[in-house]
Antibody
Framework: QVQLVQSGAELKKPGSSVKVSCKTSGATFSSYSISWVRQAPGQGLEWMGRIIPVIGSPSHSQKFQGRLTISADASTTTIHMELRSLKSDDTAVYYC???????????????WGRGTLVTVSS | EVVMTQSPATQSVSPGERATLSCRAS??????LAWYQQKPGQAPRLLIY???TRATGIPARFSGSGSGTEFTLTISSLQSEDFAVYYCQQYNMWPDTFGQGTKLEIK
């Protein structure tokens, strides 16, 4: 069974950073790329970026250029998403999702984590 | 980027009836279109990929059609568990983009 286990909710102040993790299985880590998708309260879905875990090369939406780092830790088969210089409109549920392929291309998402609520408030 | 437009924003349908949801792409995306269902407090669930292929475990009452710029998700006979928000997503061109969603509510 494919599982993506995300870290818990976070409360952050404007201007700070948040790091969300997504624990995968070894098979997923070695054979699929992983994306991050976020959803602001009451809003739709927004793709942020993806990584090929075993290679470690990420690709980001230009909207997050300079603020977003996606990384992979092979020792724990965990993907990390760090977003810096947080603003109130970064308040959202952040999902990791398994891509349907393994290259730095657009994909559909066949499995999703449960999501991590990040609240940015002073 | 490819802009995905879903219509209607909200659709009211009675259980047992058919629902038809639309998704339009701002440029041709061939058949690189997926549909997701999302219930409150849950992650999205993949229903359809390749515009018309049901994902594993998805009931046959869900069907997808279309190619190019016009796509449709049809739910043939609505069950109580089908009332949710539905999103389309294109994966033909970077960056991956989603529609704004259609909320399917009980009439």
């Amino acid at each position: 069974q494919v599982q993506l286990v995300q870290s818990g909710a976070e409360l952050k102040k404007p201007g700070s950073s948040v790091k969300v993790s997504c624990k995968t299985s070894g098979a997923t880590f070695s054979s699929y790329s992983i994306s991050w998708v976020r959803q602001a309260p009451g809003q739709g879905l927004e793709w942020m970026g993806r990584i090929i875990p075993v290679i470690g090369s990420p690709s980001h939406s230009q909207k997050f250029q300079g603020r977003l780092t996606i990384s992979a830790d092979a020792s724990t088969t965990t993907i990390h998403m760090e977003l810096r210089s947080l603003k109130s409109d970064d308040t959202a549920v952040y999902y990791c999702a398994r891509d349907s392929g393994y290259q730095m291309l657009p994909y559909y998402f066949d499995y999703w984590g449960r999501g991590t609520l990040v609240t940015v408030s002073s | 980027e490819v802009v995905m437009t879903q219509s209607p924003a909200t659709q009211s349908v009675s259980p047992g009836e058919r629902a038809t949801l639309s998704c339009r792409a701002s440029q041709s995306i061939r058949s690189a279109l997926a549909w997701y269902q999302q219930k409150p407090g849950q992650a999205p669930r993949l229903l359809i990929y390749g515009a018309s292929t049901r994902a594993t475990g998805i009931p046959a009452r869900f069907s997808g059609s279309g190619s190019g710029t016009e796509f449709t998700l049809t739910i043939s006979s609505l069950q109580s568990e089908d009332f949710a928000v539905y999103y389309c997503q294109q994966y033909n061109m970077w960056p991956d983009t989603f529609g704004q969603g259609t909320k399917l509510e009980i009439k």
